[in-house]
């Protein structure tokens, strides 16, 4: 993105004052006759000459002769208006915002491949380009494969257990700034699911299903994806835990990627996390896929038995005085117990072995850095010690 226009587009007041000539003020205190003013939105073609001012108010352009502000509060107003007089000699381009000085014409602003944040937005806003060549987020239809899952209100039936995996996984598709789609809960029906996913195949750039796809499962998934992806499925028993079963194809004309997810709860979402979000995010334009990785300080022993698989565990990552990363087990680590899943906000990387004692450090991925991140409460806050204290921060006072 090349911009056409210059922000600012015109040279303009960085406050409320008067605009002048600042050799009227080599000497102080001088007393200037205003010979006019100037609001935002509006622009004075009077120019200022020796010994004039021009009250101005912020973002008004500078008038013609003009070549500082001197600011409001360094000033005194005559009863009527008609002079000003400084008690403070003002520089040459005081307090003025140069045309270009944030964006000039002709600049490459954002280089393709740019991700477009909030910022992003006001800058192409602000250089009048209203329309952009982007990748579209990717829509991912979601749904849940199994008999026993209920999803109704009211009491559980008998042997039956509520779908969870759907909310969560339409929750991080979205969290993850992919369009989520909620196709359903399907039973372990075969003609049930090869319609539910040709119509999501239809309308979706990707589907995510969750269950069926462990080795034993009843064989309603697998021979659904197999037959509609034409026998492309690859069904992959990946050495970590959880999310150790997965599934990947493409399926229908279109040939719409399939992730295969597990039915545990808990496989399910670290499945997403290791496979199919970098993969959306690739989808989707991003350069970088995965999550950002830090070496944390245990807090305790993460123990695990040597198994040849890479163990992810759910941490509660905090950011402790020490200036560190420090986690601790975020409970029960069950694939099936995803109320640890809930409360953590890192996945500890556990290589093969006996896993880490208290103090050691353990590569740790950040599931959400934003959000749950928090500050460690012992910490002072970072404005205050910087000297942005409450006091200073009200704003008013001498400048
Ligand atoms: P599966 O991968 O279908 O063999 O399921 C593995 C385990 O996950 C079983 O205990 C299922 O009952 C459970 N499960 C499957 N799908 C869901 C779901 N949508 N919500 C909660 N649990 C599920
Ligand atoms: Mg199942």
């Known amino acids: 993105m090349v911009a056409r226009e210059a922000v600012p587009p015109f040279a303009n007041s960085a406050v409320d004052g008067y605009a002048l000539r600042a050799a009227d003020t080599a000497s102080v205190p001088v007393t200037l006759a205003v010979v006019g ?41 005559s009863a009527n208006g008609a002079l000003v007089t400084l008690g403070r000699s003002a520089r040459p381009g005081e307090s003025i915002r140069h045309a270009g000085e944030d964006v000039v014409a002709g600049q490459e602003v954002f280089p393709s491949g740019t991700v477009l944040t909030p910022a992003c937005l006001g ?43 759907r909310l969560a996984l339409l929750a991080t598709v979205g969290q993850s700034g992919f369009d989520a789609l909620d196709l359903g809960l399907v039973r372990d029906d075969e003609r049930a699911l090869r319609a539910a996913l040709l119509d999501g195949a239809a309308r979706c750039d990707a589907l995510m299903t969750s269950g069926g796809v462990s080795v034993g499962d009843r064989d309603v998934v697998k021979a659904v994806l197999e037959e509609l ?55 989707a334009g991003h350069e970088v896929l995965g999550r950002p990785q830090v070496l944390a300080v245990a807090d305790e022993a993460l123990a695990r038995r040597s198994d040849g698989k890479l163990h992810l565990v759910r941490v509660v990552a905090r950011y402790a005085p020490d200036g560190l990363v420090h986690v601790r087990s975020a409970g029960g680590q069950g694939s099936h117990q995803l109320h640890a899943m809930a409360l953590a906000n890192a996945l500890a990387l556990l290589p093969d072995g006996a896993g880490v004692t208290r103090g050691d450090t353990v590569h740790a991925m950040l599931l959400d850095p934003g959000t749950a991140m928090p500050l ?13 204290g409450p006091a200073s921060r009200a704003s008013g006072g001498a400048p």
């Open 37 to 77: 003013s100037t609001m935002a939105g509006s622009y004075l073609d009077r120019a200022v000459g020796t010994g004039e001012a021009v009250r101005i108010m912020t973002g008004a352009p500078l008038p013609p002769g003009a070549d500082a502000v001197c600011m409001v509060e360094w000033t005194t107003t």
């Open 123 to 165: 800058v192409l806003a602000g250089i009048g380009e209203t329309t952009v060549l982007a990748v579209p987020r990717p829509r991912v239809g979601v749904l849940s494969t199994g008999d026993e899952l209920y999803d109704g209100p009211g009491p559980l039936p008998r042997g039956a257990i509520r779908d969870s995996n």
């Open 229 to 283: 992806s034409g026998g492309s499925m690859r069904w992959m028993q990946v050495a970590v835990r959880p999310a150790k079963p997965f599934a990947f194809g493409e399926i229908g004309p279109g040939a719409v990627p399939v992730f295969g997810l597990p039915g545990n709860p808990v496989s399910a979402m670290v499945s997403f996390e290791l496979y199919a979000r970098p993969a959306l995010r690739k989808m």
């Open 376 to 388: 460690d409460p012992s910490l002072p806050d970072a404005l205050d010690t910087l000297g942005a």
